[in-house]
């Protein structure tokens, strides 16, 4: 009679275990719950350094607004909201040094999240990267753009490369002033509009603001949704 009992209990400590170890994977001090990636592809092959050959031509095709197709509902700010995919952003952003809060804003506009996404001219995953956007930045099989951290990771090289394009600023931690300097506006803009775009109409009245309506929505949006992510104090 003393084996069953033991069995049983033996698999109750187990258990317990095996939830302990999955509240310590959560980071609640900020009040945000972390979910893990439902995949987390290793790249050997991936090299953090930017490109030093011209981009693509396809890199400033203005890509249309179709974020609101997408199927996952907008994040709410209120406390407790989980962030898809925060973990992986976390963990890219401090290895490439980029400021998170502004990856999580790229990712809330171009795709709301939704991994599997892909847009009529053919950018794919959390931060609609094109394939010949990747294939420049380094990445050898562009089907893994499906992949949340493949995505972020090559997402925040090409953010990388177009701050560093337009903006002197340290890019490894941003706050509400920056989001007003318009070295930062072009930055963004040119994530949309491509660099190409954002030089031609550097100049008055458009200081380096292309006058397109999805470009001119795209700088509002991914500014407004940094300043909510802001708020949130995210734990890093």
Known sequence: MKKPVLIILLAALIQQASAQRAVEQLNLSSGLSLPMPVSYESDEDFDPALPSEPPPPSIDIVRPDESENFSIASLSKSAGSGIPYLSIVLEESKKQSFDPEMVLAVIKKE????????????????M?????????????????????????????????????????????????????????????????????????????????????????????????????????????
């Open 128 to 236: 609609q990267l094109m394939p010949d956007t990747a294939k420049w930045l380094g990445l050898k099989d562009t089907s893994k753009l499906y992949d949340p951290a493949t995505n972020v990771r090559y997402g925040i090289k090409y953010l990388r490369y177009l701050f560093s394009q337009f903006s002197d600023k340290d890019f490894s931690s941003l706050g509400k002033e920056d989001i007003e300097n318009q070295d930062i506006k072009k930055s963004i803009a040119a994530y949309n509009a491509g660099p190409g775009n954002v030089r031609k109409y550097d100049r008055e009245p458009y200081y380096g603001i292309p006058p397109f309506k999805e470009t001119k929505s795209y700088l509002k949006l991914v500014s407004k949704y940094f300043l909510e992510f802001e708020e949130m104090n995210i734990q890093k």
């Open 111 to 126: 795709s709301t999240f939704n991994p599997k996404a892909k847009s009529s001219v053919g950018a794919m995953g959390l």
